[in-house]
């Protein structure tokens, strides 16, 4: 990927949606979000690696989903725990086992990704200032994909400490956003689509030539994190890995969506790559 151009161009002549790889590429003994996962994850070729962000009580940020601990540390929340003791505790495997990864900082995972990917930082919101902080020491600021809650504290944020950062706006259902974000100093290169059933207006082919037209790429997720919560209409990794790929993941390539974000990088990869 060339940093240099812009990622409209980079789209361009990949010719095929942007694969995001989902807290990395975890299973079995490997975590995610954690080191091992990111590095599975350049191999396996993914183009973008989306991140979650904790920070400890002490200040020190934390690749890690927050309020997820009972799940993946049986510890306290590391918003609870000062760095040394976050820097102690070892991640669980999927059988809820102790490995010997641990939480790697958001600087180790920064470094480690640079020139190689876009990284995608979710949970920026909860501290604008002090990640677009560390992203800059890093000296990432070209690949970074950012977003928000659509809330004025936060776009202020944006505007005051990351009017240069990429930022990708959700958008349930019907976009209400781009057009306020017009006149804003927010550098938004696109949305990320979040949608139930296939009729609702943020997947209408119109709606993606419109933004397509003005410049602007759509993010779209095949992942589930709760299956009572559809956000792709169906057209899910599940569906995809185990009924039909054409109606999952080639649906999604059809309504020319420029991302999608997955927990099965390479099968996507590969039916991308034998797809007729």
């Known amino acids: 990927m060339d940093f240099n151009k812009s990622i409209?161009?980079?789209?361009?002549?990949?010719?095929?949606p942007f694969l995001a790889a989902h807290r990395g590429v975890c299973g079995a003994n490997i975590p995610c979000n954690s080191i091992a996962a990111y590095k599975i994850a350049l191999s396996q070729g993914a183009d973008v690696i989306e991140i979650d962000i904790s920070k400890s009580k002490d200040g020190e940020y934390f690749v890690f989903h927050p309020w997820m601990e009972p799940q993946f540390l049986k510890s306290p929340?590391?918003?609870?725990?000062?760095a040394e003791e976050v820097k102690k505790l070892r991640l669980?495997?999927?059988d809820g086992v102790p490995t010997s990864y641990g939480v790697p900082t958001l600087e180790e995972v920064l470094l480690l990704l640079k020139d190689k990917v876009y990284i995608n930082v979710d949970k920026f919101w909860t501290d604008v200032e002090g990640i677009s902080a560390v992203i800059r020491r890093c000296g990432v600021e070209k690949q970074v994909i950012v977003k928000t809650h659509i809330e004025e504290k936060s776009l202020q944020e944006v505007e005051k400490f990351a009017p240069d950062f990429m930022f990708v706006p959700m958008v349930w259902n019907e976009d209400n956003v781009t057009e306020k974000l017009k006149d804003r100093k927010i550098n938004q290169i696109g949305v990320e689509i979040l949608?139930?059933?296939?009729?609702?207006?943020?997947?209408?082919?119109?709606?993606?030539?419109?933004?397509?037209?003005?410049?602007?790429?759509?993010?779209?997720?095949?992942i589930i994190y709760n299956e009572k919560e559809i956000i792709n209409g169906g057209h899910s990794d599940d569906y995809s890995v185990h009924t039909d790929p054409d109606g999952g993941w080639g649906w999604l390539i059809d309504k020319k969506v420029d991302f999608i974000q997955t927990d099965w990088l390479l099968s996507l990869k590969t039916y991308i790559n034998t797809r007729k």
């Open 195 to 222: 949608f139930g059933k296939d009729d609702l207006p943020c997947i209408s082919d119109e709606y993606i030539e419109k933004m397509h037209n003005q410049n602007m790429l759509i993010w779209a997720n095949s």
């Open 77 to 82: 929340y590391i918003c609870d725990l000062t």
């Open 92 to 94: 669980l495997n999927q």
């Open 8 to 16: 409209f161009e980079n789209r361009k002549e990949l010719n095929r």
